[in-house]
């Protein structure tokens, strides 16, 4: 039986010639999405439960179609959280698909303050935005102009879920929704996960929890020809591993991945908790990969990470400049600026402990103005053989603070310090760090080296996890750039908006 009401609510912010479609609890869903015009509201029962899969199909026009719950407002651009979205309207995935998914072209679709329930078997994707595979081989076809605004996606705590949403999708925004228990089992699993869409993408505002990667951009061979996702923003993001998933069964890796992606800004994030299981513990992780031997074009390039906290992880962040053993494209132009990592710890969460992992020829890397305590060495960096290494050409490091610890800046088969850049970094520029428990006689002029004591009087209340620097911190306008050395750490704190210790 169909039952589909259409009236205008008063209450309700409808475009001007707009409609109001009402499914009540046991209607039929997707009777509406079809029967929708552009700038039509279809509105969901409040805790009501709608099994799909739900298909958005393509529609003429360029007005918004939006699907939501009933009676709900939102305190503007505040996250969802899952006791505050009890109220929201269900959509449940079937053993015939996601719960949501989109036909080829699809376009101008917004899905807010809907709860999206786990699969069955907690395999496959909950919600499908574009195709990931060979059916989407057309960039004509790529659905777009797509939102997924203050949901709350969840797989299920015992059985966990394959992937939360899965990206292949062109111009989409997700924010202001949580995204928890994606996890699996000898498998990985992504909160969102993308690979055969090109982008733009706007990830704000969120709570993404995952055990294999909780953003990654690559993984598998795009289907369109040449294809790169590009212009991602990723900002105002939690993205985090529940301490409680350790030495648990769960399939763990990183906190974000790039394997295929171009003009990448991360900004603003906070980026916890994680470590060496099925990888070795690094936080972040930038690696071209032509997964299955097809996507020799892909690359990982103009990435920018600054204003962002990372901490409680094995390694801080993995740079490999090509794919081994199917050819990919070559790493090139990172900017890491302006970062807090803290409590970067191999004792603790298992790993290396390493600020920085560097290896087969990425180039124009330059990392300045970041604060670091790590328990392992500044970088580690591989490639090529010991009398042939491969070069990492136009790296930059300065302006940082950071721990020597037992190596420093280390290259496999080669002495700390000068040797090692020497043989790595030709032509590097390494300078203005100030470097705890280093020996400045092993590292170009410029910097400054003092004894771990010293270094951590420089700053407030670092056993209580405040990292600002004292009013009368000598690394108070030692940078290059005439300011402070390290991260501007209140800044940070007040654009993540955390409280001080």
Known sequence: MRIILTALWLSAAVPGGSSIINVPAGADLQDAIDRAVPGDVILLA?????TGPFTLPAKPGDRFITIRTSGLTWPGTTRVDPSRARDFAKLQPSSAGAALRTAPGAHHWRVQMLEFLPAPNGN????????????????????????????????????GQKRGIALNSAATTISASYISDIKAIGQDSQGIGGWNGPGPYTIENNYIEAAGENILFGGSDPAVAGLVSEDITIRRNHLAKPEAWRDQRW?????????????????SNLIENNWLDAQAGYAIVLTPRNQD?????CTVEDVTMRGNLVRRSGGAISILGTDNPHPSGTARRFRIEDNLFVEI???????????????????????????????????????????RPVGIPGFTFKDNLIFNN?????????APGMDSLNAYFPAAVFTSNAIAGGDCRLYP???RCLDRASFASQFTAPDRGDYRLTASSSFRAAASDGTDLGANVARLYLILGLRLP
């Open 345 to 387: 710890d191999g004792q603790k969460w298992r790993g290396s402990g390493a600020f920085l992992l560097i290896g087969d020829g990425p180039s124009d890397v330059v990392i300045q103005h970041n604060t670091v305590w790590q328990t392992g060495n500044v970088i580690e960096a591989y490639g090529g053989t010991k009398n």
């Open 124 to 159: 496959g994707d909950i919600v499908q935005l574009g195709d990931g595979s060979n059916a989407q081989r057309d960039r004509a076809s790529i659905p777009h102009d797509l939102v997924i605004d203050h949901c709350y996606l969840h797989g299920d705590p015992i059985k």
């Open 46 to 50: 409040r805790g009501a439960t709608y």
């Open 293 to 297: 031997g097809a996507c020799t074009w």
């Open 251 to 267: 399939q763990v890796k990183n906190l974000f991945e790039l394997k295929n992606a171009r003009r990448v800004l991360v900004e």
């Open 445 to 447: 002029g410029g910097n």
């Open 406 to 414: 037992e190596f420093g800046v280390h290259g496999a088969d080669r």
